[in-house]
């Protein structure tokens, strides 16, 4: 690790303030939990001048409920959101999820806005100065060569954020304030399949809260459950080699609803394709059999890890048949 350089520190006390200190700094970077910039900071991979900080803005550090929604600010920490009861009984998976990141001490600082605006991981790029100089770089930060796939442009570095996925099974969107104002899109259309270039944010944007839509009485007549899961190497503490969440209802031993999310193993989260076919099926050993089958296929994993891609692509849909089956 290096030494973290000399950047000024802004504190304000309101997104649209924190909004014009950012535009106002010539290399800036908003700060939240900093449990991951910091660390890119410090292995020279960031290299801001100043650090707007977000977290004594009052409207982002908040969850707030009314009838048809729940809106979770971006600054809220990932052990708020794990322990908040509304949450976790609507969006079960969302609490989960929260409560998988990193280790109790990470969770204490780290925010749903920082782990919705994670950085792309990959074991070429997270590394010491030294590591990857000695590697001419790599595609993703002053290389020229992905060492993933050098015979081409595409970086694969993987979005490894755990609450994303959740958050997609209940069509969630995002609230994003920018130097044009604010604007709402679907949290899936944050994302791009570009692991240099991954968030569809503009110059100056900030991620201000998280809406959810609760569930409707089409919905909720069907009993609806949902859960997430991952697999690491420590599992005190490391981001998912493959995650998944899984939203379910069964009536009359047939499903009436199956969404799944993944994240870890491709440049974005995303709901696997093809779900919809087991709608009206029954949920028995061979249709979840059928699942994992259909989730390992899309779980497109690249070496980005230290373990090699088919496992990763084995562990997403082992997880989703053990979720589902945890659901019946």
């Known amino acids: 690790m290096e030494f973290m350089p000399e950047m000024q520190m ?27 910039l910091l660390v890119n900071i410090r292995r020279g991979i960031e290299q801001p001048d100043s650090l707007v900080y977000v977290n004594n803005i009052p409207e982002m550090r908040s969850i707030t409920e009314d009838g048809e929604r729940i809106t ?25 999820a929260a409560d998988e990141v990193a280790g109790p001490s990470h969770r204490e600082y780290g925010t749903v806005g920082g782990n919705l605006c994670l950085d792309t991981r990959c074991i070429f790029y997270n590394q010491s100065e030294w590591w990857r100089a000695a590697n001419n770089y790599c595609l993703k930060y002053r290389g020229d060569i992905c060492h993933v796939a050098p015979g081409g442009k595409k970086c694969f570095a993987a979005f490894s954020g755990d609450v994303a996925p959740t958050l997609l099974l209940f069509d969630a969107t995002v609230e994003i304030a920018g130097p044009d104002g604010r604007r709402q899109m679907p949290l899936a259309d944050l994302y791009r399949n570009d692991g240099m270039d991954h968030l569809t944010l503009g110059s100056g944007e900030l991620l201000v809260a998280v809406h959810i839509p609760k569930p409707t009485a089409a919905i909720t007549s069907a009993p609806m ?3 997430y899961a991952k697999s690491r190497i420590r599992g005190s503490i490391d981001f998912p080699l493959a995650g998944v969440a899984v939203r379910m209802a ?52 690249m070496k980005t890890t230290t373990t090699p891609p088919h496992y990763r692509r084995r562990v997403a849909g082992a997880l989703a048949q053990k979720l589902a089956a945890s659901i019946l």
């Open 250 to 301: 069964v009536t009359g031993g047939k499903i009436t609803d199956l969404r799944v999310g993944l994240t870890g193993v491709s440049p974005l989260p995303f709901l696997a394709k093809g779900m919809d076919k087991f709608v009206g099926r029954v949920a028995d050993e061979s249709c979840l059999e059928e699942i994992r089958d259909k989730v390992r296929a899309g779980a497109k994993a």
């Open 72 to 96: 979770i600010g971006g600054a809220v920490t990932l052990r708020e959101l794990s322990q908040h009861l509304s949450v976790a009984e609507h969006f079960t998976a969302v609490t989960q």
């Open 225 to 227: 459950t949902s859960a």
């Open 10 to 36: 802004h504190q304000p006390i309101s997104v649209e303030d924190a909004v014009a200190q950012y535009s106002a700094a010539p290399n800036g970077r908003y700060l939240a939990g900093g449990s991951d």
